[in-house]
């Protein structure tokens, strides 16, 4: 008799989980967009149980966020809160992506080559999430070779993609899109060339010159009101 490992709770929660973080990094939802569990359940083919408790997971890591009526909604960024995670951004993928080059093989160069052609193949049909899903996956593949099994790095730089991502397709025009090809396919000549440095550069202009765009186009939520009594003395 054939075993099969049974699947318990826990561990359907947990894949709800991932799919959902993972898809909110790919920017598959958009800021503010509702986020329902029976939409969710219906999606993943769960009852609501498990679907409710992923949710709760995520809105205490703040990858979503709960409005005084109880709905759940992607979160909206403030224009300060967008400027301080792209500051961040450039500073640690730039950091860890410098790693990469020493550690980068031939066949890491090949897979960065395909999630690129990927990509441009993605835009030329205007299937933007397949684009925005390879993209992650282009710089995820960078950023694990940088960190090297150091899941710190790899968890912080999730954090600041977990905000950061619901905003990545408001840059997806013609000309941001030749710009982040040209910056994909410099870090991997600059890789290829086991150049730390110019990989470092290629990355932090990559998220600098989307961030550009994004701020010029994107309608930011108001400032944070900061709790009464918070101010310094």
Same mark, same amino acid.
């Given at each position: 008799?054939?075993?099969?490992?049974?699947?318990?709770?826990?561990?359907?929660?947990?894949?709800?989980?991932?799919?959902?973080?993972?898809?909110?990094?790919?920017?598959?939802?958009?800021?503010?967009?509702?986020?329902?569990?029976?939409?969710? @359940?219906?999606?993943?083919?769960?009852? @609501?149980?498990?679907?409710?408790?992923?949710?709760?997971?995520?809105?205490?890591?703040? @990858?979503?966020?709960?409005?005084?009526?109880?709905?759940?909604?992607?979160?909206?960024?403030?224009?300060?809160?967008?400027?301080?995670?792209?500051?961040?951004?450039?500073?640690?993928?730039?950091?860890?992506?410098?790693?990469?080059?020493?550690?980068?093989?031939?066949?890491?160069?090949?897979?960065?080559?395909?999630?690129?052609?990927?990509?441009?193949?993605?835009?030329? *049909?205007?299937?933007?999430?397949?684009?925005?899903?390879?993209?992650?996956?282009?710089?995820?593949?960078?950023?694990?070779?940088?960190?090297?099994?150091?899941?710190?790095?790899?968890?912080?730089?999730?954090?600041?993609?977990?905000?950061?991502?619901?905003?990545? *397709?408001?840059?997806?025009?013609?000309?941001?899109?030749?710009?982040?090809?040209?910056?994909?396919?410099?870090?991997?000549?600059?890789?290829?060339?086991?150049?730390?440095?110019?990989?470092?550069?290629?990355?932090?202009?990559?998220?600098?010159?989307?961030?550009?765009?994004?701020?010029?186009?994107?309608?930011?939520?108001?400032? *944070?009101?900061?709790?009464?009594?918070?101010?310094?003395?």
């Amino acid at each position: 008799m054939a075993v099969i490992e049974k699947i318990s709770h826990n561990s359907l929660r947990e894949k709800i989980y991932r799919s959902v973080r993972q898809a909110i990094m790919n920017g598959q939802f958009v800021p503010g967009e509702s986020v329902t569990i029976m939409q969710l @359940a219906e999606m993943v083919g769960t009852s @609501a149980m498990p679907v409710r408790e992923a949710l709760r997971q995520l809105v205490a890591e703040d @990858a979503l966020e709960m409005l005084p009526n109880r709905s759940v909604v992607v979160p909206r960024l403030s224009l300060e809160e967008f400027d301080d995670i792209t500051s961040l951004r450039c500073h640690v993928e730039g950091l860890i992506a410098a790693r990469a080059a020493e550690r980068i093989e031939d066949n890491d160069i090949k897979i960065l080559e395909d999630l690129n052609a990927q990509m441009a193949d993605a835009y030329g *049909r205007r299937d933007v999430d397949t684009y925005l899903r390879r993209n992650w996956n282009f710089h995820f593949a960078i950023y694990r070779l940088g960190a090297n099994r150091n899941t710190f790095y790899l968890s912080l730089i999730e954090r600041l993609w977990i905000r950061v991502g619901p905003l990545i *397709r408001y840059c997806l025009n013609e000309a941001e899109f030749k710009s982040a090809s040209d910056l994909h396919e410099l870090a991997i000549l600059s890789l290829r060339r086991r150049d730390g440095a110019a990989v470092r550069l290629a990355v932090e202009r990559d998220i600098a010159e989307a961030a550009v765009y994004i701020r010029s186009t994107y309608q930011f939520a108001e400032a *944070r009101a900061e709790p009464a009594g918070s101010a310094t003395q």
